[in-house]
């Protein structure tokens, strides 16, 4: 599969393929989607509202003054997919003559749909994580808070407005440097570190994060789309002999990044799944990176921590950074996995950085299929 081709192009041409089409999908469900959007969003009201705040906050009485309802970061990918509102709110109640708050409303876009692993991390697989951290890091915080969550009348995840408190996510064509890059695979190893010691003392609990969004089920969806890239007319303008070694690929790096994905190893962990841009919120103070906190768990899957680096790598950090500092940033996830590891006295094996670095290159088709 290396031989096919070459490993420095690999890195220049799907890091720059994964953005381009990840942002352009993005661009164009937003564009189109948002009168249905607003259709669905119907049911935040000054009633639903008014419940929210009683509660789960010390109001009582509480009367809504006025509120809007704003279209925040969001991914669409069919009509099961989750969207997103802000909601901003000024109130009174009982004790509170003007309140002001804000909310993320994380909403279903399918009526009847649930998505069991997402309400099940925020829920019980992040306390848990955190929990095991606290003598090691202390209160490390990984996702906004979480309010709220009802079924009625569709799946709704209420979290804290992160942007209220200083953190943003960036633009997706620009990727993220290296300083940001570095928090982000910091943050990571401290999740995936952390999970490692869950799953092996209470492997069970994690039975129904075996199977992800990689599998031979859906292997034509992937077939579908490289059928689409390599076509003769190369709709992406892409260079002549990259154009025809991804020609060549195409028949086999579907069946090789499954593979990869679904394989077995001997240290796992749980993966965030859909670790990039889009899902990481970062914070700044006085133009100091502090702080990276992490969304969307939908497509969270136990297996090789490759799943979340190599994708993360591929989609994510900008080209210049990626191309300088690629081995820092493996060397920094590393350092960071191996001192947690340690400091939780996991007893499993502990990946050496030089496995780590053999394993990208033997799976290198998982980052590119990602």
Same mark, same amino acid.
């Given at each position: 599969f290396l031989r096919c081709l070459d490993v420095s192009w690999n890195n220049f041409f799907f890091n720059k393929l994964n953005r381009q089409l990840l942002s352009e999908v993005v661009f164009e469900v937003e564009k189109t989607k948002s009168t249905m959007i607003d259709e669905r969003a119907k049911f935040i009201n000054s009633l639903y509202l008014k419940n929210l705040i009683e509660g789960n906050f010390p109001e009582n009485e509480v009367k809504i003054k006025a509120y809007s309802?704003?279209?925040?970061?969001?991914?669409?990918?069919?009509?099961?997919?989750?969207?997103?509102?802000? /909601?901003?709110?000024?109130?009174?109640?009982? #004790? #509170?003559?003007?309140?002001?708050?804000?909310?993320? /409303?994380?909403?279903?876009?399918?009526?009847?749909?649930?998505?069991?692993?997402?309400?099940?991390?925020?829920?019980?697989?992040?306390?848990?994580? #955190?929990?095991? &951290?606290?003598?090691?890091?202390?209160?490390?915080?990984?996702?906004?808070?979480?309010?709220?969550?009802?079924?009625?009348?569709?799946?709704?995840?209420?979290?804290?407005?992160?942007?209220?408190?200083?953190?943003?996510?960036?633009?997706?064509?620009?990727?993220?440097?290296?300083?940001?890059?570095?928090?982000? =695979?910091?943050?990571?190893?401290?999740?995936?570190?952390?999970?490692?010691?869950?799953?092996?003392?209470?492997?069970?609990?994690?039975?129904?994060?075996?199977?992800?969004? &990689?599998?031979?089920?859906?292997?034509?969806?992937?077939?579908?789309? =490289?059928?689409?890239i390599t076509h003769p007319s190369n709709p992406l303008q892409i260079d002549g002999m990259i154009f025809d070694k991804l020609k060549t690929l195409s028949t086999k790096i579907v069946t090789k990044g499954i593979d990869d994905y679904r394989r077995i190893t001997p240290f796992r962990v749980l993966n965030h799944g859909d670790f990039w841009t889009r899902n990481i919120f970062f914070k700044y103070e006085d133009n100091n990176l502090v702080d990276a906190l992490f969304v969307g768990f939908q497509s969270a899957v136990v297996g090789s921590p490759l799943i979340d680096l190599l994708y993360f790598l591929n989609t994510s950090v900008e080209y210049k950074t990626l191309i300088e500092s690629r081995d820092q940033l493996i060397y920094t996830y590393h350092e960071t996995l191996k001192f947690v590891l340690e400091k939780l006295n996991y007893k499993g094996p502990i990946p050496t950085l030089n496995e780590i670095q053999i394993d990208i290159l033997k799976n290198c088709a998982l980052g590119n299929l990602s």
């Open positions: 309802v704003e279209q925040s970061s969001e991914v669409i990918a069919n009509e099961g997919s989750f969207f997103m509102k802000r /909601v901003l709110i000024k109130y009174a109640s009982r #004790t #509170t003559r003007d309140g002001s708050l804000s909310f993320i /409303v994380k909403i279903n876009g399918n009526p009847q749909g649930r998505n069991p692993k997402d309400r099940d991390v925020y829920e019980g697989k992040i306390p848990s994580i #955190t929990n095991l &951290l606290v003598k090691c890091a202390g209160n490390i915080k990984f996702v906004p808070e979480l309010i709220s969550i009802t079924q009625e009348p569709r799946e709704v995840f209420v979290f804290e407005d992160i942007t209220a408190n200083g953190y943003h996510a960036e633009y997706i064509k620009t990727g993220l440097n290296l300083d940001q890059s570095k928090m982000s =695979l910091q943050k990571l190893a401290f999740f995936h570190a952390a999970s490692a010691v869950a799953i092996a003392n209470d492997g069970d609990t994690f039975k129904e994060y075996a199977s992800g969004v &990689l599998t031979r089920e859906n292997a034509q969806f992937y077939q579908d789309i =490289l059928k689409k």
